[in-house]
């Protein structure tokens, strides 16, 4: 299996008017092509910002994070924006929907930015769209749907550039339990079925437990890396 993602002791450190902040304190990490990894950890531990700079939405300050074989330190920002838009795809806790947008814009949005033709556009999001369950709803605007319908959408819209790698902070976190059950069943599926590695961030164990592999932050270190059915928790 060839690594997706490879970090080598990454380390992140915030300037604040207080000082310097460590936050990420030496990560080495590697999840291979098809992986299904869930992170978790305390709040404040870091998993948000790993998250930023897996998604090259950040800079580490010291150590190498390889993408694709790709050192990322070494790339102009020109060349991060290309592989935002055709490598991964993100899925937040807020859903992140245009209001005034049909769900088939929505879903259509990143592919503006690839330069896709407006037909093309459509066809796709639509063909998303259906296979998240909600082809019938092409036309209806975000605010006219459920909770887990917007999350499926915005499911639908990370998928839409066919991204190798989909990273999640929290997508259930806005959900009540049964709907976060069918969010992760749709999660499960896309990594079964067409292979995306899959990064999720949890603060919920039930929710962990539809990946493989569990990756433990604490204080910016990882505490626990390994099979999720295995995991004790971490001691102090
Ligand atoms: N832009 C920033 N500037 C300064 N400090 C920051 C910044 N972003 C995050 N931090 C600090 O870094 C630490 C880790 O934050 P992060 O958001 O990664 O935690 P988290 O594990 O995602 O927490 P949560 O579970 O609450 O979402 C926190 O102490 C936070 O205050
Ligand atoms: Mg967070």
Redesign the pocket.
């Given at each position: 299996m060839s690594a997706v993602i490879q970090l080598d002791a990454l380390s992140?450190d915030?300037?604040?008017d207080a000082g310097a902040?460590s936050?990420?304190k030496g990560v080495s990490l590697t999840i291979s092509r098809g992986e299904f990894v869930a992170i978790m950890?305390?709040?404040?531990?870091?998993?948000?910002?790993?998250?930023?700079i897996l998604g090259c939405l950040d800079i580490p300050s010291g150590g190498a994070y390889r993408l694709d074989g790709t050192d990322i330190g070494t790339l102009p920002e020109s060349e991060l924006a290309r592989l935002r838009g055709q490598v991964i795809g993100f899925v937040f806790q807020g859903f992140n929907l245009l209001p005034r947008m049909s769900l088939g814009n929505n879903v259509a949005l990143p592919l503006v930015y690839q330069h896709v033709g407006k037909s093309e556009r459509l066809t796709r999001a639509a063909d998303m769209l259906s296979r998240v369950g909600l082809g019938h709803l092409v036309d209806s605007l975000p605010t006219r749907i459920s909770g887990g319908q917007q999350q499926r959408v915005a499911i639908a819209r990370a998928l839409v550039t066919r991204p190798s790698l989909i990273l999640a902070?929290?997508p259930t976190g806005n959900l009540d339990s049964h709907t976060g059950r069918e969010i992760m069943e749709l999660f499960q599926r896309i990594n079964r079925e067409q292979g995306i590695t899959l990064v999720l961030?949890t603060?919920d164990m039930s929710v962990a437990r539809y990946a493989q592999r569990l990756v433990y932050?604490k204080d910016?270190v990882l505490a626990y890396d390994g099979p999720v059915a295995e995991f004790q928790g971490v001691t102090a």
């Amino acid at each position: 299996m060839s690594a997706v993602i490879q970090l080598d002791a990454l380390s992140k450190d915030y300037f604040t008017d207080a000082g310097a902040v460590s936050v990420l304190k030496g990560v080495s990490l590697t999840i291979s092509r098809g992986e299904f990894v869930a992170i978790m950890g305390p709040s404040g531990s870091g998993k948000s910002t790993l998250m930023n700079i897996l998604g090259c939405l950040d800079i580490p300050s010291g150590g190498a994070y390889r993408l694709d074989g790709t050192d990322i330190g070494t790339l102009p920002e020109s060349e991060l924006a290309r592989l935002r838009g055709q490598v991964i795809g993100f899925v937040f806790q807020g859903f992140n929907l245009l209001p005034r947008m049909s769900l088939g814009n929505n879903v259509a949005l990143p592919l503006v930015y690839q330069h896709v033709g407006k037909s093309e556009r459509l066809t796709r999001a639509a063909d998303m769209l259906s296979r998240v369950g909600l082809g019938h709803l092409v036309d209806s605007l975000p605010t006219r749907i459920s909770g887990g319908q917007q999350q499926r959408v915005a499911i639908a819209r990370a998928l839409v550039t066919r991204p190798s790698l989909i990273l999640a902070d929290e997508p259930t976190g806005n959900l009540d339990s049964h709907t976060g059950r069918e969010i992760m069943e749709l999660f499960q599926r896309i990594n079964r079925e067409q292979g995306i590695t899959l990064v999720l961030v949890t603060h919920d164990m039930s929710v962990a437990r539809y990946a493989q592999r569990l990756v433990y932050l604490k204080d910016g270190v990882l505490a626990y890396d390994g099979p999720v059915a295995e995991f004790q928790g971490v001691t102090a």
